[in-house]
Every structure is written in C-alpha cells, then in structure tokens.
C-alpha cells in the first residue's frame, strides 16, 4: 500500500497534468519547504526520563504563515506529517486564506501520560521549535488528541520564550486564552453551507433531501443539528456503536438517548443499521463525518446516495472515488467540506493579530460567503476540465499557490 506522502504526490500529479502546471513551481511543490525532527526528554513522573520524537512540516507559505495542527499519535510518521502539512496548503488554498500548508506530530500515546507529564511534553515541542514558529511564521493548532488546555501551555512557552505576548502564535485556544467564538461549531456549520450550494446545484429541496451522517462527534453532531434547523430531514445517524434509521428520525430523541445510553442504538421507532448499512441507505445526500477510507473499492457499488460530502478527512478512498466519478455521484472532498474549522482558526489567528473579539454572529457572517465562494469555484472548475470535485479543488488551490509563488 503506498503511504500517505506518496498518495498525496500522485494528487498533485494528477492536478498538476490537468492544469499543465509550470514545471519550475511544480519542483518546488513536490518538497516540504523544511521538515523539523525534534528529541523531546520528559522528565516522567516516575524520576525516569524519557525521549519523544516530534515533527514539524512547513510545506508551502506562498499564501501566508505555514498553518496546521499538532498530532499526538503512536502511528505519527514523517511521511504522514508530510502529507497532512501538503493537504493544509491546499485545503487553505482551496477557500482562500492567507495561510500556508503545515502539521505537527508526536509519537506519543497521550493517554498513558498523567496531566503533569503532557504539560512538559508540550512545553518541551515548544522548547525545540520554537525560532521556527510565530504568528507571522508558523501557527499551529490542535488536531488528533490535542486540546485547547495543551494549546495554552504551548503558546504560554512560546511567549517565555521569545519575551513578549504573541496569542496568534497558536490558535484553537480556549476563548478565555484568546480563542474564537464558534470553532467548536465551524466545520460543522462550514459543512452546511456546502450542503446548501450543493442541493441548489442538484436541484434538492431542503424538506426533501434525506441525509445521513456517519458519527456524530464535534463534527458529525453538530452537522446534523444544524441541517436538521435548516429543515433537512436527517434519516440516520451513528457513533462508533452503530446507527439507527428512520424515515421519521427526532433527532431531540436520539441526542437524549445516546445521553441516557450512551448509544443511539435501539431508541423505539428506529431501525438498528450498522455503520457499513448506513453508508448504502438510499438517501440524497451522505455525510461520512468519522473515519477514514469508509468508502472503497469493495463497498461503493453499493452506495445510493445521490451525492456524497466528505466531512471527515478521507473517508472515500482514490479507487472509490474514481467509481464515483463515472457513476456521476459528486463528491465534495474534505478540503473543501471540512475547511470551516480552519477558516474559523484563521479568524482567530486574525482577532489575535488586531486585538479583536467577534461575536459568533460576525465570526459565521464572514465565513459564509468565503465557504460559498469556494464551493463555487471548485464546482465551476470540476466543469471546466469535467473532472472530479476533488480534482478540481486541487487545481483550484495550486492555481492561486502558483500565482502567489510566480510574482
Ligand atoms: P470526534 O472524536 O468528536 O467524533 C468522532 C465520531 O466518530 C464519534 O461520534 C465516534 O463515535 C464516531 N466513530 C468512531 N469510530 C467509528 C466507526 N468505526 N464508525 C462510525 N463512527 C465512528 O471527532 P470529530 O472532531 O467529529 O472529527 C471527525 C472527522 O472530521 C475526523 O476525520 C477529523 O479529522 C475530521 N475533521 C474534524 C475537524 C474538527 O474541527 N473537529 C476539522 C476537519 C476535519
């Protein structure tokens, strides 16, 4: 199986062939700008000290300050933080903010550590990446098993470090620390102005179009909350457990019983499906907000759904796709659908910057217009070259990237 660095270069191939990319511009593309490899010594609670591997990718920065999260994962590679760091530049690209492509990692398995351990692991990445990061360099971010306590205790080392405050350095920080209004909910409601785009393009009514959402974590929760008060009739829905479906789903009810039992399995009047059941049930659209590589080569003939928007990262795998794409199922890929969440942290990296604080009410007025206006341009793109939606955003973000790295 070819690993996540390989799997996004043929991507950049693909887009680059369609687009007749300048060969000097795609030579730089094919390289992370630089890659961190950091030892990080922990003193354990034990007295012991042990020593983490952490990495930094700053891919591209031709649209602004390198942008991306920090992982803490045991499956950390360099390759996958490569990839991911390829992804951020074109996912910032695709709705056009000025940020870069970067990630982080650590190989670390966060939950054997105790609170105190964590807090010097943190500090400790911050101690040895330092120079390289800022809010006019590199801003990083929560992302797998970080949170905004660890985003705290980084930014609170960064500023020891440099002596003087600088909030923007990181973002996904509690709003007390300087984090934005509405991140909790911004991929999420990102994710529903696509949908909005998206049925006026198929031509769906809201009250008409079926939905069904595989997970309901931050991501897939809130999605189908706020679909279900646009008047989108969410049919099913699941967690780790399974699903249930149901052409009359109360979504109130099945919020309350997955608190009462914490499953949202067996609520009375719904149908039991399990999570590979609930990808192929006959709705409009389908909404994987998960895991992923759900969608595959072995599964995606049988997929109903009229049209399938990719919240989670991943979770249609490039032979799915293809099939998809022949079987005209528009894909919207989760560099777009998902790219609310990191519009949102951008808003925060800019209030930091000015010394603002917007309400939730101006944070979603700004990042609606910006979710349509990507949308739009990445559909009128797939049309230009008839390609896949993916393919297409692709070509959208390294068009601008190239721009910016010709003048
Ligand atoms: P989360 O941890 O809050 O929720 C994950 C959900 O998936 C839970 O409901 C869990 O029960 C469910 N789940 C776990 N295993 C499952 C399985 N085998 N089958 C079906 N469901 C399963 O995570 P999240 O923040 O909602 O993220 C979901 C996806 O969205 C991930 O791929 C993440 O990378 C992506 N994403 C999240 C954000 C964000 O802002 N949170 C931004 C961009 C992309």
Known sequence: MNNAFENAMTQLDQAANIMNLNKDIYAVLKQSDRVLIVSIPVKMDSGEVKVFTGYRSQYNNAMGPYKGGIRYHWNVSIDEVKALSFWMMIKCATVNIPMGGGKGGIIVNPKELSIGELERLSRGYIQKIWREIGSD?????????????????MRDEYEKLVGHSDPGVITGKAIPNGGSEGRETATAQGGVYVVKELAKKLGLNPSETKVAVQGMGNVGGFMAKILHEEGYDIVAISDSKGGIYSENLDLNAVFAHKEATGSVQNL?????????????????ILVPAALENQIHKDNVDKILAKAIVEMANGPVTPEADEILKQKNVPVVPDVLANAGGVTVSCFEWEQNNKNEHWTEAEVFA?????MV???????????????????????KAIERVAAKMKI
């Open 268 to 284: 009375e009047g719904t149908k039991n499906v399990t999570n590979e059941e609930l990808l192929e049930l006959p709705v409009d």
């Open 137 to 153: 360099k590199d801003v990083p971010a929560p992302d797998v098993y970080t949170t905004p306590q660890i985003m705290g205790w």
């Open 366 to 370: 700004k990042l609606e217009p910006m």
């Open 373 to 395: 206006q990507a949308f739009n341009e990445v559909w009128e793109t797939k049309e230009k070259y008839n390609v896949a939606m993916r393919v297409a955003a692709f070509v």
